[in-house]
């Protein structure tokens, strides 16, 4: 691919971006952060990493980032903020700080927190299209099919099936995105580079 770039809003509300997993360790954390290091070491956006669930995994995550381990990314260390276990007030709080994303980890409660994922400029879903897996993204899909903005939500997995992903065109008319393989997010590969650009592309 060629020369990468971001389009960064023009205005002073953040542009929010929600991730919801179809359940527990899909890699919705994973993804947020490697969206998040992809967004700043390419536009060198201003970045809030929110966590709207109990994992307690972007602990971890800021431990890495403050500590800068083995990141190529320099400057993403400025750039990107974390916040632990947040809710709606500080979400909201956050919109108006003068960040360029707020990228938002739900975790795999949809439930819980619906009203707040409906409210993101750009809707991801992750999950898991492994046989013994396929079934709770299939749930997933059955639970939301009523809501009236699913067309526009961007539904991924990671190493998917390809089978699995001809069963959701075809039963549901999902159409599954597939995420490379990373095992550092906060040093992405050419390949993940590629998925990042085409994957914030038109994103609001």
């Not at 500590?67 to 260390?77: L, R, V």
């Not at 599954?176 to 997010?185: K, L, Q, R, S, Y």
């Amino acid at each position: 691919m060629g020369k990468r770039n971001v389009i960064l809003k023009d205005n002073r509300m953040s542009a929010s971006v929600g991730i919801m997993g179809t359940a527990g360790q899909t890699g919705v954390t994973h993804l947020s952060v490697m969206l998040a290091v992809f967004l700043s070491a390419v536009a060198g956006a201003r970045v809030a990493l929110a966590e709207m669930n109990d994992s307690g995994c972007f602990r971890q995550a800021g431990i890495i980032l403050s500590n800068n381990f083995h990141s190529k990314y320099g400057k993403i260390k400025k750039l990107i903020s974390i916040y632990t276990q947040s809710d709606s007030s500080q979400i909201a709080g956050l919109m108006s700080e003068g960040y360029d994303y707020v990228i938002i980890d739900f975790g795999c409660d949809f439930e819980r927190n619906r009203q707040q994922f409906l409210m993101c400029g750009a809707k991801l879903v992750v999950g898991s299209l492994s046989w013994w897996k396929i079934h709770e993204y299939v749930g997933f899909a059955a639970r939301t099919k009523r809501e009236a903005s699913r067309n526009k939500w961007k539904f991924l997995a990671v190493s998917p099936v390809r089978e699995g992903i001809r069963y959701l065109s075809k039963e549901l008319g999902i159409s599954v995105g597939a995420i490379p393989c990373e095992p550092d997010p906060f040093c992405l590969g050419e390949q993940s580079m590629d998925f990042l650009q085409e994957l914030t592309y038109g994103f609001f």
